[in-house]
């Protein structure tokens, strides 16, 4: 069974960082893509990041150019998100997707994902 687990979200100040992890099990992802979405209240969800299967390619939604940079480590299976300069409008339910190709832009469909972790960024 494919699980995606969220972890490392939480309240910040705005101007603050936080580091999102996404653990995953049940097969192996080091040759597909891997990405992260939010879903704000209200709101539907939306692409944030995606990086290859190599994490040699990587494209970013234009609100978080700049501020946000995706990872990945294969060894463990795992991919991160590192936000910095976060602001109010950063408030979502973070959630990890998982991919069945090995290179994503924004307009792929994921083929997996996690329950999600909050992030709620204080003015």
């Known amino acids: 069974q494919v699980q995606l687990v969220e972890s490392g979200g939480g309240l910040v100040q705005a101007g603050g960082s936080l580091r999102l992890s996404c653990a995953a099990s049940?097969?192996?992802?080091?040759?597909?893509?891997m990405g992260w979405f939010r879903q704000a209240p209200e709101k539907e969800r939306e692409f944030v990041a995606a990086i290859s299967w190599s994490g040699g390619s990587t494209a970013y939604a234009d609100s978080v150019k700049g501020r946000f940079a995706i990872s990945r480590n294969n060894a463990k299976n795992t991919v991160y998100l590192q936000m910095n300069s976060l602001k109010p409008e950063d408030t979502a339910n973070y959630y990890c997707?998982?991919?069945?190709?090995?290179?994503?832009?924004?307009?792929?469909?994921?083929?997996?994902w996690g329950q999600g972790t909050q992030v709620t960024v204080s003015s």
């Open positions: 997707a998982g991919y069945n190709i090995p290179l994503a832009s924004e307009y792929s469909p994921p083929r997996y």
């Open positions: 049940g097969r192996t992802f080091n040759s597909v893509a």
